[in-house]
């Protein structure tokens, strides 16, 4: 089996691509301080507690073991974060990336897959969002991400280092079983926040700002199953190892949700009204990411099983009710 080192493996979409990983025979490892990760989130005896700013730490760990290829979930993600504080996005995902890069250079592992994003584009001049539209990034998180897609590209041509660069666009839901699923604290991603209102955690979900030149004024995103992303990233990776040249690719579902839309959804699946009320724009946020994953389907034979939004949030609500409130359990669909 393919030793797979996944950083970032316990946070909430790198625990997901374990399952992925574990379910298509790779024999994957984790690499995870747990600043955002949780332990009972990966298998047992496959996590490394270490960070990446940590250059003998992530070194020892491409000469203990044999790794044919590393995935790279370990970034920071929250754009409103980014613009308050941009050297913390600056040496977590740009320079602990580096320090990354230069363990896999150094060990001669030459394949590898990259968590990036659709902020790398800003505000898009054209919708659905395709590959080769302008790289424009709003924020510093955007930035963080293309300054590392260029960092790849680099590599390419001087070592030959083969990449993948993924850019998401919104992860949702949560895996079949219910055991792992998006747990930030603070939550950060709409989908849960909504739910904490239907749970009883919160009393309410503000919308930040209801007067973007979208139908409704609200902001209008493409959301996808993290368990899509997650064979996305094995489609990708198996390509790699197969000798395939470095590649980029958009993962969405081509179908665009306004923040209101969103909300409807979740009531709908929970049963519960779920008050609302407005507040300012977030800095960074452009006011829709509708992405086209065309090039990916033709490519790779990409094909998301869990494409509508109601089902994504069925899955989500039933991963925030095996952890158990009882608002949660009743509203629960079975």
Partial sequence: MSKILVVGGAGYIGSHMVRELLDKGYDPLVFDNLSTGHDDAVPDGRLIIGDLA?????????????????????????????????????????????????????????????S????????????????????????????SKLMIEQVLADCDTAWGLKSACLRYFNAAGAHPSGEIGERHNPESHLIPIILQVASGQREFITVNGNDYATPDGTCVRDYVHVCDLAS????????????????TYNLGNGTGYSIRQVIEVCRKVTGHPIPVTVGERRAGDPAQLVASSVKILRELGWQ???????????????????????????????
Wanted: proline residues 5%; neutral net charge; without cysteine.
């Fill in 54 to 114: 940590d250059q003998t730490a992530i070194a020892s760990v491409f000469r203990n073991y044999e790794i044919s290829a590393v995935m790279h979930f370990a970034s920071f993600i929250q754009v409103g974060e980014s613009v308050t504080s941009p050297l913390k996005y600056y040496h977590n995902n740009v320079a602990n990336t580096l320090n990354l890069l230069s363990a896999m250079e150094n060990s001669g592992v030459k394949r590898f897959v990259f």
């Fill in 116 to 143: 990036s994003t659709a902020a790398v584009y800003g505000t898009p001049d054209v919708v659905p969002i395709v590959e080769d539209s302008p790289l424009k990034p709003e924020n510093p998180y955007g930035h």
């Fill in 232 to 247: 996305a990233h094995s489609l990708a990776l198996a390509a790699l190892l197969n000798g395939s040249n470095s590649m």
């Fill in 304 to 334: 998301p099983q869990f494409a509508e939004l109601e089902r994504i949030v069925e899955s989500a609500w039933r991963f925030a009710s095996s952890r158990g409130t009882s608002v949660a359990k009743k509203g629960l669909k079975s």
